[in-house]
Each structure stands twice: as structure tokens, then as C-alpha cells.
């Protein structure tokens, strides 16, 4: 029976022997495995915060960008205000000229717009404004251009701040202080901006 207790001790500690060396190799292998999980996370966590500080400069750029682009766009509402703001104020002047300079533009326009036959409409504060003697002014003033002087003052008045419209039968041609203005708009602007801007 020795013998089988030695075959069985030896067994035994073969079977230790085994299982040491297994657990030994076991364990540096989990070592390793850890260790590789380690540098893998490190790596990932190095990626994703550099893709983050990417993403954060790219969005920061963006913001930038579109904070940029607001900031013009509203300057360039302000300017658009003052440009309009100083187009109604060209008007408002035009408008509150004394009564004979007024008259005597409205002649000169008149004169230089009228073909000779037509009626000149007002608004109703200039019809109230001007002298009795302004049609007969214009027809002068269109005698000495050599035109026939025939204009007649319209019953009725348009609502407009200030100028006329010539009406020729069921054309109206409108030299109101709007209008023009409106007309000449793109060529006065660029001359606007020019003053007030640079």
C-alpha cells in the first residue's frame, strides 16, 4: 500500500505542481490583460479628448462665426435705418421750405416735367399752401421753355407729403417728393452711405 500512497502523493503533487504553474501563467496573463486594457483606455481617452477639443474648436468657430455674421447683419439693418431715416428728413426739408420757395421750385419742377396741356394735382396742404397766382406761374415758366402754358389746377388732391402729379387724361405722372426720392433711391444711396459712413 506504500506504493499507492506514493503514486497517489505523487499524483497529488504533480497535480499541484500543474495547477501552481497554471495559476502562475494565469495570472500574467490577466496581468497582461489588464495592462493592455490600460494602454487601449488610454489611447480611446486620449482620441475622444482630442475629438472633443476638435469638436469645441469647431463649434467654437461656428459660434464665432454666426455671432459675426449677426453683428454685420445688424449694422447693416442700423445703416439702412439711417439712410431711410435721412431720406424722409431730405423730404421733411423740401417740405417745410417757406411758402415762396416752395412755389417757386414746384414752378421750376413743373416746368421742366409738364408738356404744356395737363392738370397739376397737389396734396391738399399745398393747394391751401401755394399762391392763387401758381398755375399762372407755371404756365409762364412753360411759355419761356417754349411750351404751350395750359395747365389747369386739379379739383382734386393727392396724398402725398409734397411735389405734384401731372394728369393727362388717365395718365397721372407722379413728381410727388416721394417718388422721386424712390426713383433716384439706388443712385442717392451709394452717394448716403458714402457721406455718413465714411
Same mark, same amino acid.
Given at each position: ?109 413743373? +416746368?421742366? *416735367? #409738364?408738356? $404744356? ?7 391738399? @396742404? &399745398? ?5 392763387? !397766382? /401758381? ?5 409762364? +415758366?412753360? *411759355? #419761356?421753355? $417754349? ?7 386739379? @379739383? &382734386? ?5 409734397? !411735389? /405734384? ?20 433711391? &439706388? ?12
Amino acid at each position: 500500500m506504500a506504493g499507492a500512497d506514493n503514486l497517489r502523493n505523487k499524483i497529488l503533487s504533480d497535480a499541484r505542481a500543474t495547477a501552481d504553474t497554471n495559476i502562475t501563467q494565469a495570472r500574467r496573463e490577466a496581468e497582461n490583460i489588464v495592462l493592455k486594457a490600460r494602454e487601449e483606455a488610454q489611447t480611446l481617452h486620449g482620441s475622444l479628448v482630442a475629438r472633443a477639443e476638435r469638436d469645441a474648436s469647431e463649434r467654437e468657430k461656428r459660434l464665432i462665426s454666426v455671432a459675426e455674421l449677426e453683428g454685420r447683419k445688424d449694422r447693416l439693418a442700423v445703416k439702412q435705418r439711417l439712410i431711410e431715416s435721412l431720406f424722409e428728413r431730405a423730404i421733411q426739408i423740401l417740405c417745410e421750405k417757406p411758402d415762396d420757395e416752395y412755389e417757386a421750385m414746384l414752378v421750376d419742377m413743373i +416746368a421742366g *416735367a #409738364a408738356s $404744356g396741356g395737363e392738370e397739376v394735382v397737389l396734396s391738399g @396742404g &399745398d393747394r391751401a399752401r401755394l399762391s392763387d !397766382g /401758381f398755375i399762372r406761374a407755371a404756365n409762364a +415758366a412753360l *411759355a #419761356a421753355k $417754349g411750351k404751350p402754358g395750359k395747365l389747369t389746377l386739379a @379739383g &382734386d388732391a393727392k396724398p402725398i407729403k409734397g !411735389g /405734384f402729379v401731372l394728369r393727362s387724361g388717365l395718365v397721372e405722372v407722379n413728381n410727388s417728393f416721394e417718388a422721386i426720392v424712390k426713383m433716384q433711391k &439706388d443712385n442717392l444711396e451709394s452717394l448716403a452711405v458714402k457721406m455718413l459712413f465714411n
